[in-house]
């Protein structure tokens, strides 16, 4: 099992859809969670930091976490075309010196 | 631009040759963090690294490939004989001494291996 499993995608909605990206880890070590937005040939871009179980919001990008669950999501609201992207889940044990481990990543596409 | 830093974003190699990618990190962050991206797969860690101190290089193969982030420059990843299946995309990413525990990345360095 890996470490970090996350719906495969693609996913392919209308624009103004909400869309739920969910991932879900295996090892209850895990304290802080990530979620990268990654645009086709860029780096990764950081969208939203969280280490505590439950909701966090920030304009049209919520992340929520349930850590009993192991599991994590990414709401976005009233998506547009430029939310085109992979999203990708990450965390990190949360000990001193730690690396992120990453998901595989969900290839989103708004359609106009 | 006081981002993450790479280079070259674009290197090709033939089978046999050396890669050497270098990354600078954000202004004030101490630690670089090395990536492979292949096609269609996601982030896989390589290597953590400290200023002249390898953190964790569990995700690095055991030949061929080494790390370095001296007192001085750049971080430099280094692939000794490329071989095909090198041809990926090698993401830097670098953290500050505290909040380590959120990474910023590079745009990226893409190794094609002909």
């Known amino acids: 099992q890996k470490e970090v499993e996350q719906d495969p995608g693609p996913l392919s909605v209308p624009e103004g859809a909400i869309v739920s990206l969910n991932c879900t880890y295996s090892?209850?070590?895990?304290?802080?969670f990530m979620w990268y937005r990654q645009y086709s040939r860029k780096g990764p871009e950081l969208l939203m930091y969280?280490?505590?179980?439950g909701n966090k919001e920030d304009g049209r990008f919520t992340a929520q976490v349930d850590k009993s669950s192991k599991y994590i999501s990414l709401f976005i609201r009233d998506s547009q075309p430029s939310d085109s992207a992979t999203y990708l889940c990450?965390?990190?044990?949360?000990?001193?010196?730690?690396?992120?481990?990453f998901g595989p990543g969900t290839s989103l596409s708004v359609i106009p | 631009n006081a981002g993450v830093m790479q280079n070259p974003r674009h290197l090709v190699r033939r089978r046999g040759q050396e890669a050497r990618l270098r990354c600078s990190p954000m202004?004030?962050?101490?630690?670089v963090y090395w990536y492979r991206q292949l096609p269609e797969e996601g982030l896989k860690f390589m290597v953590y690294?400290?200023?002249?101190?390898?953190?964790?290089e569990s995700g690095m193969p055991k030949e061929r490939f080494s790390a370095e982030f001296p007192k001085e420059g750049p971080s430099i990843l280094r692939i000794q004989q490329v071989v095909r299946g090198d041809s990926a995309a090698y993401f830097c990413?670098?953290?500050?001494?505290?909040?380590?525990?959120?990474?910023?990345f590079g745009e990226g360095s893409w190794l094609t291996v002909v």
């Open positions: 990450a965390m990190v044990h949360g000990t001193s010196y730690d690396k992120v481990i």
């Open positions: 969280t280490y505590s179980s």
């Open positions: 990413a670098s953290s500050p001494p505290t909040g380590r525990n959120t990474i910023y």
């Open positions: 202004k004030g962050h101490s630690h």
């Open positions: 090892n209850s070590a895990f304290q802080y």
């Open positions: 690294l400290q200023k002249e101190n390898i953190i964790d």
